[in-house]
């Protein structure tokens, strides 16, 4: 395993009966990035982070973390890795500080708790119990309890489910600090934005195999929509314009919109240029890129759900 | 050991907490206490006639002591149960400490054949052992007097051929709640160590703590020995506020020796691991509470703890037999109240090979991981 890499996974696979929960996956996740396992509820995502970290064993296949084979050095990795389980919860009469405590204790570790406290924004919180906190807070608290142990390697499974849009905005910004701080973050999720907002790479899994994994970025552009500009309100004689620039139109005629299929070979400017000659005029421009949800459903035929989080 | 102390501390700490569960730990058995004792303080629990027949001939009573017997059986009053000819009768009412036990001698059914046919005085002695403390032996030896009188007047025309020796035996008075009390401490160890055992085996699983105590180097036999370190606290608790109850509330005199704290901690031990048992066949905590009442509820009624076993049928006096709670409840009160030594060692040390092989059960087969 070269020294660049986290975590390698070779045919990694795991059933239960008849069901096969992941299905011979490979990857790599490269030291100090932010690799985000996307994909919807039952997918594979939480087995596969259950095997790395050591809390179910795989049928077949294997991986290392840091070097480490996962069958035999489990020890030895449980030092060097943090681990936010899917809905964190602790001894819920222990306070804040007290759970840091804890846990750092089972490390025999001694972090700057204040600090780690600091650093997930409970300061104010410090005295209260677990049971009392939100469950933003409470991830938060598991973030900080993830970190105890200084980890290199953090792996957060889905840290957001079930989180309002401002605590999953908080949440965010902890995850980027820790990649600021050069930690590798193994982050599983079913949103699509959160991946979009924080992965440097994405691995797309469905049905227990990897679809599709790369930068984010490529991951759109060679599996996504073409990115859309939209003339609201246009004018219908903007389609032979832009025919003429070698682009693809299309005019709406319910809604008076114009969209126009963007590629690489020509530039927004010279359509605008082309548009502002012709004297096509038009309300709105907007434009539409193609996300990661288009490259899901592009490659599984099945949308991943845009549930909001409660 | 630092991750034993660290996890124990967190547990006492959610405990001391927890003021709801405090009260309940503690109000349960306390209000037990309460009203049992001062409904029965007053009175005794024995009522039984145990009867050593030595007037046998190749094994068989003789005519006239299986008479005797049969009188005294019909007269309805109390159970006769039957004590081995080879045993010492009187150690053996000391050591069980029976309320009494009349002892038919050899010669019994020659005397009274003699007295029959000859109207002699020629004399025979029976033995009536009984516990001078006890309200029922008083009952039991007016019954037999009045029996003996009876053959006295009918088979000898009033020549006193038969008489009966008493002989007390026990030195102090135990009332109900001297026996009570050691088995609410018995119950209160069982109780406290399968509940929270099993409610926080259930719990941690299905909140997923277990799996993230899995990720840290806590080994799982250090968290198990600390649950099971704080158990034998809580029970110890317990024990400490039912015992001011029995001496403040009843002026009970209790022996605390270490025998019966060793008992205590045993039974925390044995129940800890019986716990763990449960929980890793339960769901989840709801199932878990219901569970644990299955397991419970039946071995506090039939495990000696509110009804003396002889006092209960015979098939329930053999499932008692099997129920871990009956060892502890008759150590404890072996130790702490009738200073029998030898009966305190020996429930003790059936409890501690229990409880160890509970422990390793139970410490076996929860998982903090999945298959």
């Given at each position: 395993m070269s020294s660049d890499l986290a975590i390698s996974v070779e045919n990694l696979t795991k059933r239960y009966g008849d069901l096969t929960a992941v299905n011979g996956i490979s990857f790599n996740v490269n030291r100090g990035e932010i690799f985000a396992f996307l994909g919807p509820n039952g997918a594979g995502k939480t087995t596969t982070v259950e095997i790395l970290v050591g809390l179910r064993k795989p049928t077949s296949g294997g991986a290392e973390v840091l070097g480490f084979d996962i069958a035999k050095d489990r020890k030895e990795i449980k030092k060097r890795i943090g681990v936010l389980p899917q809905s964190f919860n602790t001894y819920d009469r222990l306070t804040v500080k007290e759970n840091v405590e804890y846990f750092a204790g089972m490390f025999d570790s001694s972090p700057d708790v204040d600090g780690l406290i600091k650093l997930v924004d409970l300061e104010d919180k410090k005295k209260a119990q677990f049971r009392n906190l939100s469950g933003g807070l409470k991830q938060r608290l598991g973030i900080a309890v993830a970190l105890v142990n200084d980890p290199e390697v953090v792996f957060l499974d889905e840290p957001t489910s079930g989180l309002d849009p401002k605590a999953r905005h908080g949440v965010w910004r902890l995850i980027e600090n820790l990649h600021d701080e050069g930690k590798t973050v193994f982050l599983t999720t079913h949103y699509m934005e959160e991946a979009e907002a924080l992965a440097d790479r994405v691995g797309i899994i469905h049905n227990g195999k990897i679809v599709a994994l790369d930068e984010k970025d490529k991951l759109i552009a060679e599996h996504g929509k073409k990115n859309l500009l939209v003339l609201r309100k246009a004018d219908p004689k903007a389609v032979s314009v832009i025919d003429k620039l070698g682009l693809k139109a299309n005019y709406?005629?319910?809604?008076g919109d114009v969209s126009i299929n963007l590629n690489h070979a020509v530039a927004v400017s010279d359509i605008m240029q082309a548009l502002s000659s012709a004297r096509v005029s038009f309300s709105e421009l907007q434009l539409k890129r193609s996300s990661l949800e288009d490259v899901f459903l592009n490659l599984t035929g099945e949308e991943l759900g845009k549930e909001e989080p409660a | 050991m630092n991750h034993i102390l660290l996890d124990l501390k967190a547990s006492l700490k959610t405990f001391a907490r927890n003021k709801s569960t405090i009260f309940w730990t503690l109000a349960f058995p306390s209000v037990l206490i309460l009203i049992f004792g001062a409904i029965f303080s007053q009175s005794t629990i024995r009522n039984d006639l145990y009867i050593q027949n030595q007037d046998l001939v190749d094994g068989e009573a003789t005519y006239w002591s299986d008479q005797l017997i049969s009188i005294l059986n019909e007269t309805d009053t109390f159970n006769i149960k039957m004590v081995d000819v080879s045993i010492n009768a009187t150690d053996y009412a000391l050591e069980n400490r029976l309320d009494s036990l009349l002892i038919i001698p050899q010669g019994f059914n020659e005397s009274t054949n003699l007295a029959i046919v000859t109207h002699s005085d020629s004399s025979i002695n029976m033995t009536l052992v009984y516990d001078q403390s006890s309200s029922s032996s008083a009952i039991v030896q007016s019954i037999v007097f009045g029996i003996v009188e009876r053959m006295n007047f009918e088979f000898s025309q009033g020549q006193y051929f038969l008489s009966v020796d008493s002989v007390p035996i026990a030195p102090q008075r135990f009332s109900f709640i001297d026996f009570f009390m050691p088995g609410v401490i018995g119950m209160t160890a069982m109780t406290t160590s399968i509940f929270t055992s099993v409610s926080i085996s259930s719990r941690f699983k299905e909140t997923g703590v277990f799996h993230k105590l899995a990720t840290t180097p806590l080994k799982r036999y250090e968290w198990i020995l600390s649950r099971t370190i704080f158990n034998i606290l809580v029970s110890y608790l317990g024990m400490v506020v039912m015992l001011l109850i029995g001496v403040v509330v009843f002026n009970m005199t209790i022996t605390v020796d270490a025998v019966s704290l060793v008992m205590v901690a045993m039974a925390s031990l044995l129940f800890s691991g019986i716990g763990m048992i449960i929980a890793r066949f339960v769901k989840d905590p709801d199932g878990a509470d219901a569970a644990a009442n299955v397991v419970t509820f039946p071995m506090m009624f039939l495990s000696g703890t509110f009804f003396e076993l002889s006092q209960m049928p015979q098939f329930l006096q053999t499932i008692a037999k099997v129920l871990p709670l009956t060892y502890v409840s008759e150590g404890l009160r072996a130790a702490m109240i009738f200073g029998q030594a030898d009966q305190a060692l020996f429930n003790t040390a059936l409890v501690s090979v229990m409880g160890v092989v509970s422990i390793i059960v139970g410490s076996w087969i929860t998982k903090w991981e999945d298959d």
């Open positions: 709406d005629e319910g809604e | -």
